[in-house]
């Protein structure tokens, strides 16, 4: 699928609107504004280029590596971020931004449609809170702590996804128990 499409401060920004609404409705990528544009993040406009969509800016394809390029621009926690949005993509998990939640996602398990309002089933919840970090990442109990409870009153687990110099991601999911 060839896609018009911007780079802006947030990543790639789609025009066309039976594309935007086919890779949002379809594929759970992006957000759609109040223009009827979709707004991808970096992850997601990447994953889409490596899975079947070719981005065009400026009648010019994007090409994967200066996509790549300015994403690391624009995100200074892509290189380790992406890796991680990948894989869990990969795994066929719905993957979505975490901001809210203090992290980088928030997943949901295959199959689950993350715009549905109203009442949500348990397994329509958020599964897992994801926050990736480099391996030579260190953190304080308390911030570590912090995100367990945030997870856990949204019922979710939380994962730190490590990203290793190799761009192979280790999942680490840290729980707490009352004693």
């Not at 920004?13 to 991808?40: M, N, P, R, S, W």
Request: with cysteine; aromatic share 12%.
């Amino acid at each position: 699928m060839k896609v018009e499409a911007e780079i802006t401060d947030k990543g790639l920004k789609v025009f066309e609107e039976e594309k935007a609404e086919e890779i949002h409705e379809e594929k759970y990528y992006g957000k759609i504004l109040e223009d009827e544009t979709l707004q991808l993040s970096p992850c997601e406009a990447l994953h889409l280029m490596e899975r079947d969509v070719e981005f065009e800016i400026e009648g010019e394809t994007l090409e994967r590596q200066e996509a790549y390029e300015k994403f690391c621009e624009i995100d200074d926690e892509f290189s380790y971020k992406y890796p991680a949005y990948s894989d869990l993509r990969e795994r066929g998990y719905i993957v979505k931004s975490g901001f809210k939640f203090g992290a980088h996602f928030r997943v949901y398990p295959r199959g689950v449609n993350p715009y549905k309002d109203g009442d949500k089933r348990e397994r329509e919840h958020t599964k897992y809170v994801v926050h990736a970090v480099p391996e030579n990442h260190s953190m304080s109990f308390p911030e570590m702590s912090r995100a367990v409870r945030l997870a856990n009153n949204i019922r979710a687990d939380m994962l730190w996804a490590v990203n290793d110099t190799e761009d192979q991601v280790t999942y680490y999911q840290v729980d707490f128990k009352r004693l």
